[in-house]
């Protein structure tokens, strides 16, 4: 395979998108969900800094200074992407997971998390130390917030409470209703974090004017590679918590005791939360993206994906046999991340013959969201299988998906490519 570049069609000539080829047939990445590609730019802004990066807040040395400079530029960067308030903390960090996990290490002792059923298992999974309550599936955005509302008003007002919710589903690409999801949880007393993973690369995720108290996104979905996710929000969670990692870098000073113990005294800003070297190169890529998109603008990659949308749920609709997979119904608006089952097709059999056939890119399973999926295909909640496992024989009832999704930089070719190969 080849690598070349073609413009992009939605966020200007400078910007482009590496299309990778093999033979005549230009490969048809339709797995923005997973792992977006680099945006050009971004690449081309790592290259720039890669010969100069050096350690960051602990050099003397020019270099040194640079990347310090830089990455604190990078923190500010990400900061006005998010629209982050003044005395908000934003931490890089690793991924959406590694964010998350974050955030739930740093719950105050006795917290209440609210979470939906549906959500992905790295907004699902990572609460295992407060108390969990687990939300049912709700059929439609309006049912969401009355089923939020009804379980705070279930709680007994003491302590803190945190609600987690997703932004834009990785299964189904739906849009939550997280402003007022947001305002439910703050009548409540509660607190919420934003799961922005899938919605950060499609919609404008602005901290102060959705309301929420934290989001948490990764670059390797955001146009930048992989090795970079943010945590930003409320400081005082944050500020009073213990470290996420113990080491240099978040501790003020260290003095030996007189007992023999040690003294520490921890860095009460983001850097409590980022010890040991961080990953300058990613936290380079990700500002890199995020600089890339703010100047664009939204507005022109929201129409295209929106045509984009369009047309793949019209294609799909007119194949027989194909069901897209939805909480929210027909008129739910949607990111380009649309699920789906082929009757009578093994899902997993289906994505290798995309690819082995067509060249074509998709991803299959249950998409690191298996009560979701297991609800959306009608199945046991204890079906066996893990994500990207084959599981149904031909001709047997699916129960995992094919997943198509797509962002800035899709040309029409791989779309109308990939219906013409599911029909
Ligand atoms: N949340 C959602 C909604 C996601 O789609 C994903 C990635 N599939 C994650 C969280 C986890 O992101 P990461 O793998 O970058 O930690």
Avoid: M
Avoid at 232 to 251: I, M, N, T, V
């Amino acid at each position: 395979a080849a690598c070349r570049t073609a413009p992009l069609p939605v966020l200007g000539r400078d910007v482009l998108v590496p299309l990778v080829t093999g033979g005549e047939v230009t490969y048809a990445a339709l797995d923005y969900a997973a792992s977006a590609p680099a945006l050009q730019r971004v690449w081309d802004d790592v290259a720039a800094y890669a010969p100069y990066y050096g350690s960051v807040h602990r050099g003397a040395g020019y270099l040194s200074q640079l990347s310090t400079d830089l990455f604190e530029a990078a923190r500010a960067e990400v900061a006005a992407f998010l629209g982050c308030r003044p005395d908000d903390q934003l931490v890089f960090t690793r991924s959406t997971t590694d964010s998350l996990n974050l955030l739930a290490a740093a719950v105050p002792d006795g917290t209440e998390v609210f979470v939906f059923e549906t959500e992905h298992h790295a907004s699902l999974l990572p609460w295992r130390r407060a108390r969990v309550t687990y939300l049912s599936a709700p059929r439609t955005p309006a049912q969401a917030v009355e089923t939020l509302e009804k379980a705070l008003a279930g709680r007994d007002g003491h302590g803190e409470a945190l609600v987690c919710v997703t932004g834009a589903s990785n299964v189904t690409g739906e849009l939550w209703p997280v402003r007022e999801l947001a305002a439910a949880a703050h009548a409540h007393g509660a607190r919420i974090v934003l799961d922005a993973a899938q919605l950060a690369p499609h919609h404008p995720v602005d901290i102060a004017d959705l309301d929420v108290d934290y989001v948490a996104f990764s670059g390797h979905k955001l146009y930048a590679p992989f090795g970079s996710g943010v945590l930003a929000g409320r400081a005082d969670w944050l500020r009073d918590a213990e470290p996420y990692l113990a080491g240099g870098g978040a501790s003020r000073t260290v003095a030996r005791r007189a007992d023999g113990g040690v003294d520490v005294e921890w860095h009460t800003t983001a850097a409590r939360h980022e010890a040991g070297s961080p990953n300058v190169i990613g936290v380079h890529a990700i500002a890199s993206a995020c600089r890339t998109l703010r100047e664009a603008g939204f507005e022109a990659l929201v129409a295209r994906e929106r045509e984009l949308v369009g047309r793949v749920l019209t294609g799909l609709a007119a194949v027989p046999g194909v069901r897209v997979l939805s909480l929210f119904g027909e008129d739910a608006e949607r990111v380009g991340v649309i699920s789906f089952v082929v009757d009578g097709w093994n899902s997993s059999h289906f994505a290798a013959a995309l690819s082995a056939e067509y060249g074509i890119g998709v991803r299959d399973g249950l998409f690191c969201a298996h009560p979701l999926v297991r609800t959306l295909l009608g199945g046991e909640q204890d079906a066996p299988g893990e994500c990207g496992a084959p599981e149904a024989a031909p001709g047997e009832r699916s129960l995992n998906a094919i997943r198509v999704s797509f962002g800035a930089g899709t040309p029409d070719e791989h779309v109308d490519r990939f219906l013409t190969a599911v029909a």
